[in-house]
């Protein structure tokens, strides 16, 4: 019978310790992920800050969605939530007009497989005398909002989805939400 040193002992424990180690980060990460809510509450009135100096004020109820948000310095996106109704927010720099700005938007909408802009496309200014554009469209099993507004080489992208009866309930309390886009703490 064949015997065992001590350093071949050690070198089996040692590989033990390390496969243990790695079958706790393989099942216990996952599981704390699936622990922790992505959603973190807002301060009713406080500003976020989406990226590229471009902040909005969220409605009141509103969480922060923090998979779909990243703020940058040329760059960024924020991501709501008001019970089931999904508020997004992202800018970029832009080299163009507010029409062709609209017209890439409603061209990403429709990209989609079974999305459909809806209805006429309006004008919309936030508070601060951003000038905007905004419509409708309708996806599989939900409804939208699309408003894109130009200023200071940005675009700024406002794209809200939820179900007809949740989008019919929040839809005014987002409008007036998208009303305090700003840039650079003010409208440029």
Same mark, same amino acid.
Do not use: C, H, W
């Given at each position: 019978?064949?015997?065992?040193?001590?350093?071949? %002992?050690?070198?089996?424990?040692?590989?033990?310790?390390?496969a243990a180690a790695l079958a706790g980060l393989a099942f216990g990460l996952p599981a704390v992920d699936r622990a922790l809510s992505a959603e973190r509450p807002l301060r009713s009135g406080a500003e976020v800050d989406v990226g590229a100096g471009v902040t909005v004020v969220p409605p009141a109820g509103a969480t922060l969605d923090v998979t779909?948000?990243?703020?940058?310095?040329?760059?960024?996106?924020?991501?709501?939530?008001?019970?089931?109704?999904?508020?997004?927010?992202?800018?970029?720099?832009?080299?163009?007009? %507010?029409?062709?700005?609209?017209?890439?938007?409603?061209?990403?909408?429709?990209?989609?497989?079974?999305?459909?802009?809806?209805?006429?496309?309006?004008?919309?200014?936030?508070?601060?005398?951003?000038?905007?554009?905004?419509?409708?469209?309708?996806?599989?099993?939900?409804?939208?909002?699309?408003?894109?507004?130009?200023?200071?080489?940005?675009?700024?992208?406002?794209?809200?989805?939820?179900?007809?009866?949740?989008?019919?309930?929040?839809?005014?309390?987002?409008?007036?939400?998208?009303?305090?886009?700003?840039?650079?703490?003010?409208?440029?």
């Open positions: 019978m064949a015997r065992i040193t001590r350093r071949e %002992l050690m070198n089996l424990l040692g590989a033990l310790a390390v779909g948000t990243r703020p940058g310095g040329s760059m960024g996106s924020a991501l709501f939530r008001i019970g089931a109704v999904q508020y997004g927010i992202s800018v970029r720099p832009f080299d163009g007009d %507010l029409d062709r700005a609209a017209a890439q938007l409603r061209q990403r909408i429709t990209g989609n497989p079974g999305y459909q802009v809806t209805g006429a496309q309006l004008g919309v200014d936030t508070a601060g005398g951003l000038k905007g554009l905004q419509g409708g469209y309708t996806a599989p099993g939900r409804g939208g909002r699309y408003a894109v507004y130009v200023g200071d080489g940005r675009t700024i992208e406002v794209l809200i989805s939820g179900n007809d009866l949740d989008l019919g309930r929040t839809l005014p309390q987002i409008e007036a939400s998208t009303r305090t886009l700003r840039i650079d703490g003010a409208a440029k």
